[in-house]
T-cell receptor, first 113, second 114 residues
Framework: NAGVTQTPKFRILKIGQSMTLQCTQD?????MYWYRQDPGMGLKLIYY???????DKGEVPNGYNVSRSTTEDFPLRLELAAPSQTSVYFC????????????FGPGTRLTVT | AQSVTQLGSHVSVSEGALVLLRCNYS??????LFWYVQYPNQGLQLLLK??????LVKGINGFEAEFKKSETSFHLTKPSAHMSDAAEYFC????????????FGTGTSLTVIP
């Protein structure tokens, strides 16, 4: 199993550009999540999904969009990139059982200039 | 609501010394608690988790954590630090809400001095 994979690993965007961060998991997990990590701030939940076709906002959703058309994929869309979106983005997935741990991808380092 | 607080954003220990990373939780119901480790430029990896089966939880790489309800704590320890333990450590609690959402602490950066 590859677990959770993310692409790209690095990206530099200009202000106002858009991009999609890709996330795929091969563990047949129902739950998937997007986090951003900023220095000294821990991880903040952007969006999450409890299954194909179902998504919901997390703590910091502004400036982002998601979709979940399949169990495996959970892309994160950035529209009109801003410097405040410079961060490291992590995708994670989890099984249904309460107390199930989350499995993380390797992250995407995004810089907006 | 569930939350965790990690005391000390930076901890330095000598190689071979005890590692103690502190985590206190807030939860109105019995919590599920986790410790994750993040090595430079990598994702988070599960070290151990508490799911009420035993108060002393053993994890990977010689780490363990003890759940203390009276102190609302879940501190992470390792008897003897190794250079390879240098990393960022995150404590997390699961929220009793839709989607098994986690609430992470702000992290503790561990430096191991040779």
């Amino acid at each position: 199993n590859a677990g959770v994979t993310q692409t790209p690993k690095f990206r530099i965007l200009k202000i106002g550009q858009s991009m999609t961060l890709q996330c795929t998991q091969d563990m047949n997990h129902n739950y998937m999540y997007w986090y951003r990590q900023d220095p000294g701030m821990g991880l903040k939940l952007i969006y999450y999904s409890v299954g194909a076709g179902i998504t919901d906002k997390g703590e910091v959703p502004n400036g982002y969009n998601v979709s979940r058309s399949t169990t495996e994929d959970f892309p994160l869309r950035l529209e009109l990139a801003a410097p405040s979106q410079t961060s490291v983005y992590f995708c994670a997935s989890s099984g249904l059982a309460v107390g199930h741990e989350q499995y993380f991808g390797p992250g995407t380092r995004l810089t907006v200039t | 609501a569930q939350s965790v607080t990690q005391l000390g954003s930076h901890v330095s220990v000598s190689e071979g010394a005890l590692v103690l990373l502190r985590c206190n939780y807030s939860s109105s119901v019995p919590p599920y608690l986790f410790w994750y480790v993040q090595y430079p430029n990598q994702g988070l990896q599960l070290l151990l988790k508490y799911t009420s089966a035993a108060t002393l939880v053993k994890g990977i790489n010689g780490f363990e954590a003890e759940f203390k309800k009276s102190e609302t704590s879940f501190h992470l320890t390792k008897p003897s630090a190794h250079m390879s333990d240098a990393a960022e450590y995150f404590c997390a609690v699961i929220g009793y809400n839709t989607g098994n959402q986690f609430y992470f602490g702000t992290g503790t950066s561990l430096t191991v001095i040779p």
